[in-house]
């Protein structure tokens, strides 16, 4: 069973930049959710997807970021404009929704220089 | 509010030794309680998961044990081995995971041979 894929790897942008950031989750994992990870620190929820709509983006700096899951299968998570503060690994997991238990992605490592 | 509280930050441990992380969570509401380990480079893996049914879960050398009315639950790590040597998060959810997770800050163990 193929895991979750995300893409790309690394990403070094600018302040003021956009940036976006895919993720393909487990076949039939209807919940799909989006993490940031700050070097040292555990991840932090940014928003939830049930299918192709949202159940929690309730930490999600919506000024700059956005996120949308079309067809509810893949999804893409955008920054823009970004901030130095923006630099982390973006994490995407799915789940089946019912078990609890979430897959992860490698993540996507973001530079903000 | 961190509400999932974890200790310690960093653990050296002897190989064949025990390896205990504890943590501590606020919110009643959570009732799903996952362990991930991740390696530099790499996403959350999901290790162990309990529910508060039940107030120990065994698998092979991964144990957690949960006090309810403490709102604490541990991993501990029988016979640890070099390889075991990653950050380890511990997590709670809500709806019985199908909620987004909130981790703990990390722990970083290191299995000295």
């Known amino acids: 069973e193929a895991g979750v894929a995300q893409s790309p790897r690394y990403k070094i942008i600018e302040k003021r930049q956009s940036v976006a950031f895919w993720c393909n989750p487990i076949s039939g994992h209807a919940t799909l959710y989006w993490y940031q990870q700050i070097l040292g620190q555990g991840p932090k929820l940014l928003i939830q997807?049930?299918?192709?709509?949202?159940?929690?983006d309730s930490q999600l700096p919506k000024d700059r970021f956005s996120a949308e899951r079309l067809k509810g299968v893949d999804s893409t998570l955008k920054i823009q404009p970004a901030k130095l503060e923006d630099s982390a690994v973006y994490l995407c997991?799915?789940?089946?929704?019912?078990?609890?238990?979430?897959?992860f992605g490698q993540g996507t490592r973001l530079t903000v220089v | 509010q961190q509400q999932v509280k974890q200790s310690p930050q960093s653990l050296i441990v002897q190989k064949g030794g025990i390896s205990i992380i504890n943590c501590a969570y606020e919110n009643t509401a959570f009732d799903y309680f996952p362990w991930y380990q991740q390696f530099p480079g790499k996403g959350p893996a999901l290790l162990i998961a309990i529910r508060p049914d039940v107030s120990e879960k065994k698998e092979g050398r991964f144990t957690i044990s949960f006090n309810k009315s403490a709102k604490q639950f541990s991993l501990h790590i029988m016979d640890s081995q070099p390889g075991d040597s990653a950050t380890y998060f511990c997590?709670?959810?809500?709806?019985?995971?199908?909620?987004?997770?909130?981790f703990g800050k990390g722990t970083h163990l290191i299995i000295q041979p």
């Open positions: 997991a799915s789940s089946l929704g019912r078990t609890g238990a979430a897959f």
């Open positions: 997807f049930q299918n192709n709509g949202v159940v929690d």
């Open positions: 997590a709670a959810s809500r709806r019985g995971g199908a909620d987004g997770l909130t």
